[in-house]
């Protein structure tokens, strides 16, 4: 499906190092998401039972997320919202998980929306609480597989709804990649061989790909979780992506260049997502795969600050945007699969579920959804330290070079 513009361009936007991520880093750190058994003790309790909504609601979200018309008259899901709950909503969107963790340093919102990138900083930091699932009806809609994760609950807690996810695919030029691939040595151990014109997502979460191509072609590493590394293993990742780094033509964050590097032919395997495969021109030879290794993605999480001034609202936000016509409004306009297990009556893309698996435990399964790398191993071992997502900016910094 097509999604706006404006939305394409801003998602998951990644850009080199900035002071703002070297700020996240630093309070990454500072913190306690390093070596901390929770990291959430500071974001308070859950509340037991909610009170008189106060009137108003600051939602922080990626793009796409809160939709009340401005954008687009026939794209609002907001204003429905507003008219049921009394609630009315202020937005601002952000491009990346490390302006998301800034800015909700600044206690001016209430709710944030947080990729696994970032969920477990906000919980580190106690800028977000925990959840009562119990004050949120439409909880139970949600589909098993996507609650209580590494993502979005902490030592048996949890600390969020999930939203929408979707997986980081594999998508090469037919005509140029032949045969079919079946595994991510065309971008690996095979990359030579398109060289210059292999792309890679550009974040240091990307690591985490490397690591788990590693799982299955360097067993002995004993990599289990890829975003569990300690130094050594961390270390052969690094190794591997730097190897793959003479043949990248280019990394991308902007989702319009993707699509048109793979248009143009000046990508031609790579790292994609469904929605960038589907806007592909007519004609485009090109195709998405889910490699035998498996592949990793994100599975988004709606959360409540810590220091929410409007914590009412906010558990009507969360709510809300759980049911079935809203999550699928937001998902389909957003281009992932929806959480709510009823959603896919409401989308009006008849195709749409199918297109992004929702709900297929299978093809889920092979996702490693996005999670904040830390220094309690979250593989479960507690005879090693890991590398936490500090460690992970610095080596994405010398991989680029």
Wanted: glycine share 8%.
């Amino acid at each position: 499906m097509i999604r706006s513009s404006a939305r394409r361009t801003s998602r998951r936007t990644v850009t080199a190092l900035t002071g703002l991520a070297m700020v996240s880093v630093a309070l990454l750190t500072a913190c306690g998401t390093t070596g901390s058994s929770s990291g959430g003790s500071s974001g308070g309790e859950a509340p037991t039972e909610l009170g008189k909504n106060e009137a108003q609601v600051s939602i922080l979200a990626w793009p796409g997320y809160v939709e009340d018309g401005s954008n687009d008259p026939s794209v609002d899901w907001v204003s429905a919202f507003e008219d049921q709950t009394g609630c009315t909503v202020s937005s601002k969107t952000y491009g990346t998980s490390d302006e998301a963790f800034n800015l909700m340093k600044t206690g001016e919102y209430d709710v944030v929306a947080a990729s696994g990138d970032a969920s477990l900083r906000l919980v580190a930091a106690g800028e977000v609480a925990p959840v009562n699932t119990d004050l949120i009806p439409n909880y139970a809609g949600v589909y098993d597989f996507l609650k209580m994760q590494a993502w979005n609950s902490v030592d048996g807690v949890s600390y969020g709804i999930p939203h929408g996810y979707g997986a980081n695919l594999l998508m090469y030029n037919k005509d140029t990649v032949t045969p079919a691939p079946t595994s991510w040595n065309v971008v690996f151990d095979k990359a030579a061989q398109y060289k210059g014109k292999v792309t890679a997502y550009d974040s240091p979460i990307y690591i985490a790909d490397a690591a788990m191509y590693l799982m299955k072609h360097k067993p002995e590493l004993g990599i289990t979780n890829p975003y569990a590394l300690d130094e050594t293993q961390l270390a052969a990742a690094v190794d591997l992506l730097k190897q793959q780094r003479a043949n990248i033509g280019e990394y991308w964050s902007d989702y319009l260049k993707s699509v048109q590097s793979f248009e143009t032919g000046d990508s031609v395997v790579g790292t994609t997502w469904q929605v960038i495969r589907n806007s592909l021109a007519a004609g485009t030879p090109a195709e998405v795969v889910v490699p035998e290794e498996g592949v990793t993605g994100w599975s988004d999480t709606w959360m409540v600050a810590s220091k929410a001034k409007n914590p009412n609202c906010a558990y009507a936000w969360l709510n809300y945007i759980a049911s079935p016509k809203a999550n699928a409004q937001a998902t389909e306009y957003f281009g992932e699969a929806p959480s709510n297990q009823a959603a896919c009556d409401y989308m009006t893309d008849p195709n749409q579920c199918a297109t992004y698996h929702a709900g297929d435990k299978a093809y889920a399964a092979k996702i490693w959804y996005w999670s904040t790398p830390i220094e309690k191993c979250l593989d479960g071992r507690t005879n090693v330290t890991c590398t936490d997502y500090a460690a992970w900016t610095t080596a994405w910094q010398e991989i680029k070079g």
